[in-house]
């Protein structure tokens, strides 16, 4: 082998010295950290700026959390989903009177131990309710009181059927892992971006924590209050003309915020509610031809199910599933069966025909119906007049349950607004949301703030600045909607117990005795108290000519309110405007001047149509004054002529210029 040697004197070489490279050892950096190489082709430099900004985007949660129901309201049990409700049943929905006769002893009966299974984490509870025997707390079973916040809520579940109480708690950052620990309901942890559960009208903030009332019907927020230890639960129960009463301690108590409707109330005259009675019949129809040997139906039974409606229209329904069979040629009575003799549907498919919630939704809107009828509105509209906000319905009108769901729906979906504050508001005191529709083309103006006011801000403005600007708009409406949420957050969440003031006592003091009156106005009227009555005395002539007084005692407060107000119209109209006089009741002073207002307003009007005629009459006689020597002929009865305008003959008559 050859070496090489190299002579740093050799005269014919050049050499030049290296500099000393030095070699730090360090640790191994982030991936995203290290310098990119010819073999890295992702751009990942070009998604920095797209994934910095998923923080700041809202992330929609559209998935529906499954809520089962007892098995009794999957099949609508007729003794809790009856097929038709009594005006009493109508007026105390959900809210049945418990009378107690005076100077009664009352004897507590010991509670039966629960034969409920233990919960599996598969099935649950729901499982174990197979029968109306397990939907009692006459038993040791577990239990919450849940009282709701509203007088008249636009939606109320039935027994039998299930909801969920779901603590949401929002992240305060990315890498935040508390998940809240409560006895009662599941935890539900929202990321920062995640949409509200409360549809735009409420939020968790970060760091928050708020339980809320789940089903497939509403969702409302829950506040957990303390139990008092003098309260119990009084139970009550009748069997065979035999009662028994029980006495439990309460675990734990909530109250229930407003609610958010997630499903529309049908109208009275809607499809929605034929459907929903046809559907029902034809589930009962084919039920109980499951139960018979011979799968055949007779129309008695079925009509025990529907007394409300006669044979004609039962049969007329019965036409369209269903074929009749006579027992004979010559007649006398026959049987219902399937067409073609098939089989009936399966119970899965009869249970998805009418849910619990159809029922639930028909009977709202059968309480709304009620409620109106009883405050004097005998014709009740299904659609609003205008569509756009400011009806020309009155306020009670436009509170009815399939109006206010719906105005609700499109709002969260963006398709309308809410009027907020103001009429409308059931808590009355700027702690809930009224779902009365407004106008969205007209300007919104925050509570307290005036028309003048928004309009003088507006033309104090530049001239080259927007007079109408939508996202003002918005901004104002979102801001109103956190002051509202918040003022019922800090309402109902608060522990301390409101107490009356001196002052607002003796305003209920006032607002009781002006009851007996029989002028009192609405407003005045006490619907709650028990001990009120009202003697309604009528002349009645009978056949032979005798006047017999007939005397009427009503103790329903909502029948009270409503002839009270009745009562009220009549008299006012058989009033004239000129012998009104002003009165310490504020409200009938306003009826009054708006009547007195009205009357002008027509006088006015008459005034101004004599002198429209009289000038007429004038000008007609300026243009030709032989129409005033005609005589034997009203001026009034007098022809006007087609062709020419000439009063005194016709178009056919020689006389005319133009013939």
Same mark, same amino acid.
């Given at each position: 082998?050859?070496?090489?040697?190299?002579?740093?004197?050799?005269?014919?070489? =050049?050499?030049?010295?290296?500099?000393?490279?030095?070699?730090?050892?360090?640790?191994? !950096?982030?991936?995203? &950290?290290?310098?990119?190489?010819?073999?890295?082709?992702?751009?990942?430099?070009?998604?920095?700026?797209?994934?910095?900004?998923?923080?700041?985007?809202?992330?929609?949660?559209?998935?529906?959390?499954?809520?089962?129901?007892?098995? %009794?309201?999957?099949?609508?049990?007729?003794?809790?989903?009856?097929?038709?409700?009594?005006?009493?049943?109508?007026?105390?929905?959900?809210?049945? #009177?418990?009378?107690?006769?005076?100077?009664? +002893?009352?004897?507590?009966?010991?509670?039966?131990?629960?034969?409920?299974?233990?919960?599996?984490?598969?099935?649950?509870?729901? +499982?174990?309710?197979?029968?109306?025997?397990?939907?009692?707390?006459?038993?040791?079973?577990?239990?919450?009181?849940? !009282?709701?916040?509203?007088?008249?809520?636009?939606?109320?579940?039935?027994?039998?059927?299930?909801? #969920?109480?779901?603590?949401?708690?929002?992240?305060?950052?990315?890498?935040?892992?508390?998940?809240?620990?409560?006895?009662?309901?599941?935890?539900?942890?929202?990321?920062?971006? +995640?949409?509200?559960?409360?549809?735009?009208?409420?939020?968790?903030? %970060?760091?928050?924590?708020?339980?809320?009332?789940?089903?497939?019907?509403?969702?409302?927020?829950?506040?957990?209050?303390?139990?008092?230890?003098?309260?119990?639960?009084?139970?009550?129960?009748?069997?065979?003309?035999?009662?028994?009463?029980? =006495?439990?301690?309460?675990?734990?108590?909530?109250?229930?915020?407003?609610?958010?409707?997630?499903?529309?109330?049908?109208?009275?005259?809607?499809?929605?509610?034929?459907?929903?009675? &046809?559907?029902?019949?034809?589930?009962?129809?084919?039920?109980?031809?499951?139960?018979?040997?011979?799968?055949?139906?007779?129309?008695?039974?079925?009509?025990? &199910?529907?007394?409300?409606?006669?044979?004609?229209?039962?049969?007329?329904? #019965?036409?369209?599933?269903?074929?009749?069979?006579?027992?004979?040629?010559?007649?006398?009575?026959?049987? @219902?069966?399937?067409?073609?003799?098939?089989?009936?549907?399966? *119970?899965? +498919? =009869?249970?998805?025909?009418?849910?619990?919630?159809?029922?639930?939704?028909?009977?709202?809107?059968?309480?709304?119906?009620?409620? $109106?009828?009883? =405050?004097?509105?005998?014709?009740?509209?299904?659609?609003?007049?205008?569509?756009?906000?400011?009806?020309?319905?009155?306020?009670?009108?436009?509170?009815? %349950? @399939?109006?206010?769901?719906?105005?609700?729906?499109?709002?969260?979906?963006?398709?309308?607004?809410?009027?907020?504050?103001?009429?409308?508001?059931?808590?009355?005191?700027?702690?809930?949301?009224?779902?009365?529709?407004?106008?969205?083309?007209d300007i919104f103006l925050r509570a307290g703030e005036s028309a003048e006011e928004k309009l003088a801000q507006i033309e104090a403005r530049p001239k080259s600045a927007h007079r109408y600007n939508v996202a003002e708009q918005q901004q104002i409406y979102r801001e109103e909607i956190a002051r509202i949420w918040k003022a019922q957050l800090d309402s109902l969440g608060n522990k301390v117990e409101p107490v009356l003031s001196d002052h607002e006592g003796e305003d209920d003091d006032d607002?009781?005795?002006?009851?007996?009156?029989?002028?009192?106005?609405?407003?005045?009227?006490?619907?709650?108290?028990?001990? /009120?009555?009202?003697?309604?005395?009528?002349?009645?002539?009978?056949?032979?000519?005798?006047?017999? @007084?007939?005397?009427?005692?009503?103790?329903?407060?909502?029948?009270?309110?409503?002839?009270?107000?009745?009562?009220?119209?009549?008299?006012?109209?058989?009033?004239?405007? !000129?012998? $009104? *006089?002003?009165?310490?009741?504020?409200?009938?002073?306003?009826?009054?001047? /708006?009547?007195?207002?009205?009357?002008?307003?027509?006088?006015?009007?008459?005034? !101004?149509?004599?002198?429209?005629?009289?000038?007429?009459?004038?000008?007609?006689?300026?243009?030709?004054?032989?129409?005033?020597?005609?005589?034997?002929?009203?001026?009034?009865?007098?022809?006007?002529?087609?062709?020419?305008?000439?009063?005194?003959?016709? &178009?056919?008559?020689?006389?005319? %210029?133009?013939?």
């Open positions: 082998t050859m070496k090489i040697s190299l002579d740093l004197n050799d005269p014919n070489m =050049l050499f030049d010295p290296l500099p000393k490279i030095q070699i730090y050892h360090t640790d191994t !950096e982030p991936h995203n &950290k290290l310098p990119l190489n010819r073999f890295n082709l992702s751009n990942d430099k070009h998604y920095e700026s797209h994934l910095a900004g998923r923080l700041i985007r809202v992330r929609q949660t559209f998935g529906q959390l499954v809520v089962q129901h007892a098995l %009794p309201a999957l099949k609508l049990h007729p003794q809790l989903y009856k097929t038709k409700l009594s005006k009493q049943e109508l007026r105390s929905f959900h809210r049945p #009177l418990m009378q107690i006769p005076p100077n009664t +002893d009352i004897h507590f009966s010991r509670m039966k131990a629960s034969k409920k299974k233990k919960k599996d984490k598969k099935k649950g509870h729901v +499982d174990d309710i197979r029968s109306t025997k397990d939907l009692t707390l006459k038993d040791s079973s577990q239990f919450v009181l849940m !009282e709701y916040s509203e007088e008249h809520p636009p939606i109320i579940s039935n027994i039998g059927m299930g909801t #969920l109480i779901i603590n949401y708690y929002r992240k305060t950052e990315p890498k935040d892992e508390f998940v809240p620990n409560a006895d009662i309901g599941e935890p539900f942890v929202l990321d920062i971006g +995640d949409t509200s559960p409360f549809m735009t009208f409420g939020n968790v903030e %970060p760091g928050q924590t708020i339980s809320v009332y789940y089903n497939n019907l509403i969702r409302a927020p829950l506040f957990r209050h303390d139990v008092r230890h003098t309260d119990f639960l009084l139970l009550k129960s009748t069997y065979k003309d035999h009662t028994k009463y029980y =006495l439990r301690e309460i675990p734990a108590i909530f109250t229930i915020g407003q609610s958010y409707p997630v499903q529309e109330v049908p109208g009275p005259h809607s499809r929605k509610v034929t459907t929903t009675i &046809k559907n029902r019949l034809q589930v009962v129809a084919y039920r109980l031809i499951k139960r018979n040997v011979l799968h055949r139906l007779k129309m008695g039974k079925l009509a025990q &199910k529907f007394p409300e409606y006669s044979d004609i229209q039962i049969r007329q329904r #019965l036409k369209e599933f269903l074929e009749f069979h006579r027992r004979s040629k010559d007649g006398g009575g026959g049987y @219902w069966k399937t067409r073609g003799g098939g089989d009936p549907p399966t *119970e899965e +498919d =009869l249970r998805k025909m009418v849910t619990p919630e159809m029922v639930c939704l028909y009977e709202s809107m059968l309480v709304g119906e009620r409620h $109106l009828q009883d =405050l004097g509105y005998g014709d009740v509209n299904d659609d609003d007049e205008t569509g756009e906000g400011d009806s020309k319905l009155e306020v009670e009108q436009q509170l009815a %349950p @399939w109006f206010s769901t719906r105005n609700f729906i499109n709002a969260t979906q963006g398709k309308a607004m809410l009027k907020l504050y103001g009429a409308g508001d059931p808590t009355g005191r700027g702690e809930g949301f009224s779902f009365i529709r407004v106008s969205m083309k607002r009781e005795d002006q009851v007996d009156s029989p002028s009192a106005s609405d407003s005045n009227y006490h619907v709650n108290s028990q001990n /009120k009555y009202l003697v309604i005395k009528r002349l009645i002539t009978q056949k032979n000519g005798d006047k017999v @007084w007939q005397q009427e005692v009503v103790r329903d407060p909502v029948v009270m309110k409503s002839y009270l107000r009745q009562r009220q119209m009549i008299e006012e109209e058989a009033t004239s405007a !000129e012998a $009104l *006089e002003p009165t310490d009741d504020e409200e009938k002073n306003a009826r009054m001047k /708006k009547r007195i207002q009205d009357q002008l307003a027509k006088l006015k009007r008459n005034a !101004e149509r004599r002198r429209q005629r009289q000038l007429a009459k004038q000008a007609a006689l300026a243009e030709n004054p032989v129409l005033g020597l005609i005589r034997g002929k009203r001026e009034g009865a007098m022809r006007r002529c087609g062709n020419c305008g000439q009063l005194g003959h016709m &178009k056919t008559n020689k006389n005319c %210029p133009k013939f």
